[in-house]
């Protein structure tokens, strides 16, 4: 079982930059698809960019690409996601998610597909 914790969410101004921590407990990380998604206040949580086992696959949505970058270390335990040009409507509540698989290449996009999840770091963007 996983137990995440997310840390590096804070208050920056349009065109700043932030990174995100997930650090997982369980003993099999490197099992597990891990993901990003993000909530505004009255939005449904929404997938933010996917990575597979090895980190060798990523997905993101079409508003961050280019400037959001997921990767992991799996002999940390943890997942990252580096956020530049910030905009307003980034802020949200930021939350990583874990699923196990035994398909390596494999990602996975929605709320429902991921079993474990932390408790979520706000970033707030002024403009």
């Known amino acids: 079982q996983e137990h995440m914790v997310e840390s590096g969410g804070g208050l920056v101004q349009a065109g700043e930059s932030l990174r995100l921590s997930c650090v997982a407990s369980?003993?099999?990380?490197?099992?597990?698809?891990m993901g990003w998604f993000r909530q505004a206040p009255g939005k449904e949580r929404d997938i933010v960019a996917a990575?597979?086992?090895?980190?060798?696959?990523?997905y993101y949505t079409e508003s961050v690409k280019g400037r959001f970058t997921i990767s992991r270390d799996n002999a940390k335990k943890t997942v990252y996601l580096q956020m530049n040009s910030l905009k307003p409507e980034d802020t949200a509540v930021y939350y990583c998610a874990a699923v196990f698989t035994r398909f390596s290449g494999i990602m996975y996009y929605t709320v429902n597909d991921y079993t474990y999840w932390g408790q979520g770091t706000q970033v707030t963007v002024s403009s």
């Open positions: 369980g003993r099999t990380f490197s099992n597990y698809a």
């Open positions: 990575i597979n086992w090895s980190g060798t696959r990523t």
